[in-house]
């Protein structure tokens, strides 16, 4: 990330414009600290990530999912290529290809001025979804990928993806999903993939993502739901069950959708995961 990208972020506290105070390596942010230009608050720089978690609103249930993610960080992109087929009965491959072409990305275009447009991933985790917004991005678009996650070890486990990545690069921040570092209507493709249902406050967290996505523009959510149009063994019960421990009822959360969202649709992406995408009006009021 350099000291250009800091002008896309936000104070996740006040919304305010954020300066970097620091060591570069190179043009990229090194160590150091980002100062809030309104409310004055400070996030750190590490190893060039920016920290902006508000460590008291992290709550309950994030905590707990922070904390699994953080120990399990070097088996989740295994498991989900190797186990995960094993348990709902079909690939990883097939999962993605049913939710990415929900993003649109063929129809994205630069933003004003020719600037390039800008994809958001919330909980991006280990990376997985990289490859895929390659193949669906066209060549001749010019786009900057943002990845932020509430697990260090897991930005670690997407940094070194990165790193044998040979397309575009992707700009990570340690950031809370209930308060994206992002001004309003400034980011023209957001989506959340396996991460919403261990929010805390889920409808705190799809209004940060309206909030922050250009009106008019796919958001696209993805999680856990044992499709419910389709017989399941006891086997596919089980397993679900298992995936989903940390949460009594896994289901999509449409009803905390904002109220005037709008080209709603919900699918059953796989036997396990549902896709919830929405738009928010041009011309709305930000919350």
């Known amino acids: 990330m350099t000291c250009g990208d800091v002008a896309a972020l936000s104070c996740p506290s006040c919304r305010g414009p954020l300066g970097f105070e620091g060591t570069l390596a190179g043009e990229h942010l090194d160590r150091g600290t980002l100062r809030c230009g309104r409310c004055a608050g400070e996030w750190p720089v590490e190893d060039g990530i920016p920290d902006l978690v508000d460590e008291a ?20 992109d295994p498991a989900v290529r190797y186990l995960l087929p094993l348990l709902q009965g ?26 390039p447009a800008r994809i958001l991933e919330v909980g991006v985790g280990g990376g997985g979804n990289l490859p895929w917004l390659e193949r669906e991005l066209p060549a001749d678009v010019s786009a900057e990928f943002w990845g932020l996650d509430l697990s260090r070890n897991m930005l670690e486990q997407c940094r070194s993806r990165l790193a044998r990545h040979r397309g575009r690069p992707m700009r990570l921040l340690l950031a809370n999903a209930h308060a994206l570092p992002f001004a309003d209507g400034s980011v023209d493709r957001v989506f959340s993939v396996g991460g919403i249902a261990g929010f805390h406050d889920p409808r705190r967290a799809l209004a940060e993502m309206a909030r922050v996505a250009r009106p008019g523009t796919p958001i696209v959510v993805v999680d856990e739901q044992l499709d419910p149009d389709r017989a399941h063994s006891l086997y596919h019960r089980l397993m679900f069950r298992a995936l989903t421990l940390y949460d009594p009822a896994p289901r999509c959360p449409r009803a ?20 919830l995408t929405f738009r928010m009006p041009s011309g709305r009021g930000m919350p």
């Open 90 to 115: 079909s690939s990883e491959e097939a999962l993605r290809e049913a939710y990415m072409p929900r993003l649109e990305l063929g129809g994205l275009v630069c933003r004003d001025g020719g600037l």
């Open 57 to 76: 609103e992290v709550r309950g249930l994030d905590r707990l999912m922070r904390f699994f993610y953080d120990l399990g960080a070097p088996l989740h």
């Open 256 to 275: 905390h959708l904002p109220p005037d969202a709008v080209d709603v649709a919900e699918e059953q992406a796989s036997r396990f995961y549902y896709c």
